[in-house]
């Protein structure tokens, strides 16, 4: 059905529309996958900080 409404034609926006969602829904997972690594980095590299401060200590 919506690929038949957008072949049509008649209504440019029904087509804008469908593809800012689309890119949306594409966008999703790759922010939150772009989060979740930062977050492990921090994460790692703050252990990593405080491990070698302990060393010289």
Known sequence: MC???LESG???SAAE???D???FLMAV???LVAV???IVYRTYNNS?????IDKTL
Not at 48 to 52: A, G, I
């Open 3 to 5: 690929r038949a409404v």
């Open 10 to 12: 008649e209504d440019q």
């Open 17 to 19: 529309g469908i593809n």
């Open 21 to 23: 969602g689309i890119m």
């Open 29 to 31: 997972p790759y922010i």
């Open 36 to 38: 979740i690594g930062y």
């Open 48 to 52: 990593q900080k405080s491990k070698n």
